[in-house]
């Protein structure tokens, strides 16, 4: 029997690879029993076809078929359920991306908040993904629509604070 922290972190990493691959009918099968949420939970995309769809019309793919990124995951956190077939799991995402028009720079980072069941099989799927965009780059190379829609998302840094703070006293 396999380590179920690892099958997840597995499933986890093939996310990343297909998205990088630009094989968006492969992300779709990772969430064949599963839905792609906002932060807040509403669902944007269910199923593979959906999913897979979903991708297709917000990702840009270049002539090499990919979308000339390198999503990298990180800070795994596993948390098995006590019977074994589900689990949630939280990771941070940097995604990278270098064009003939854009040097390379990361573009987009935030957290990942999944969860998982495990079939009769023993082989885990994602139930949901949910994602929290927190630091926005340069997105226009990657995406198929404008990226103001995400600023809203992202949470605020020490920039964005209110202006209303008074200033600490010496």
Known sequence: MTDPRLDIQSLLFRYAERI???DFAGI???FAEGVIAAEDGTPLARG???????????TRRYPDGTPRTLHVTT?????????????????AFTVLQATDDLPLQPIIA???????????????WFTERRMCPTLLGDLSHH????????EGTAA???????????????
């Open 28 to 30: 779709g099968e990772l």
């Open 48 to 58: 593979s076809d959906e999913v897979a769809g979903l991708y297709g019309t917000t």
């Open 110 to 124: 935030g957290r990942y908040r999944d969860r998982f069941h495990r079939d009769d099989e023993g082989r885990w």
């Open 75 to 91: 800070n795994v956190i596993v948390e098995l359920d006590a019977d074994g077939r589900r689990a949630e799991a939280r990771s």
């Open 156 to 170: 605020q840094g020490p920039d964005d604070a209110s202006d209303d703070q008074e200033e600490p006293q010496p």
């Open 20 to 22: 990088d691959a630009g």
């Open 143 to 150: 995406l198929l629509f404008d990226a103001a829609a995400l």
